[in-house]
């Protein structure tokens, strides 16, 4: 499984997971010694929403602030 993230990673600017709660599998891809990103953005807290995570990634500089998710 390590070889299959580190080629996914090698392919992509930047590594984001998007879990609610713990940061579970972000912190199981940090021991695999990948750069990975996400409980910096996302709330701990609470269910994740599709307004919680596009203000995540505008938080993280991927997305615009105005951004709104089509639902």
């Known amino acids: ?3 299959e993230f580190k080629e996914f990673a ?3 600017d930047r ?3 998007v879990e609610e ?3 579970y599998i972000e912190d199981e891809i ?3 010694g990948l750069a990975v990103e996400g409980k910096a953005f ?3 807290l609470d269910e994740l929403s599709p307004d919680a995570v596009a203000a ?3 938080k993280a ?6 951004a709104r998710p089509a639902v």
């Open 1 to 3: 499984m390590l070889k």
């Open 56 to 58: 995540g990634f505008a």
């Open 10 to 12: 090698a392919k992509v």
């Open 61 to 66: 500089g991927v997305l615009p602030k105005a």
């Open 21 to 23: 709660l713990e940061p």
């Open 30 to 32: 940090k021991i695999m």
């Open 42 to 44: 996302f709330p701990k």
């Open 15 to 17: 590594l984001f997971v």
